[in-house]
């Protein structure tokens, strides 16, 4: 399941987001994009409240590969860059993950983790940050 949200969090009913829970730790894959990371989903299954730092910019974001034996990485080189993003920057208030995959630079200093897995239960969770709207 790809999950996208960006200002609806709080309208997604608390069944829907148990039933996804549930569904994530009976096996079911879950792929968090950008700003989901405040979903009520990505929420409950981190266990924390996902903050973050963040400011709207046109930075130059560069999104190193940091893992590039990792399937997810197959095919990407050393980094790509994006023109103009706007910035996600630590502290990200998640757990450790157990994959750190590809981690961010913006223009003003900042750095993100940008792709992380968690597995919770039987279930496999990739966050990826890059993707503005």
């Not at 997604?12 to 079911?28: A, F, H, N, P, Y």
């Not at 910019?57 to 994006?82: C, L, M, T």
């Not at 003003?108 to 496999?124: M, Y």
Request: with cysteine; glycine share 12%; charged share 30%.
């Amino acid at each position: 399941l790809v999950w996208w949200g960006h200002m609806a969090h709080d309208e997604v009913q608390e069944d829907i987001v148990e039933r996804v829970k549930q569904r994530v730790l009976d096996g079911m894959g879950l792929i968090v994009l950008h700003s989901g990371h405040f979903s009520k989903i990505f929420k409950s299954l981190m266990g924390t409240g996902c903050d973050l730092k963040w400011r709207e910019s046109d930075d130059k974001e560069r999104v190193w590969n940091v893992d590039p034996s990792h399937p997810i990485a197959k095919g990407i080189g050393e980094y790509f860059e994006i023109e103009k993003e706007e910035m996600y920057g630590e502290h990200f208030d998640i757990p450790a993950p157990d994959e750190l995959i590809f981690v961010s630079w913006f223009t003003g200093g900042e750095v993100f983790r940008s792709g992380a897995t968690f597995k919770r239960g039987r279930g496999k969770i990739f966050y990826f940050r890059p993707g503005h709207e």
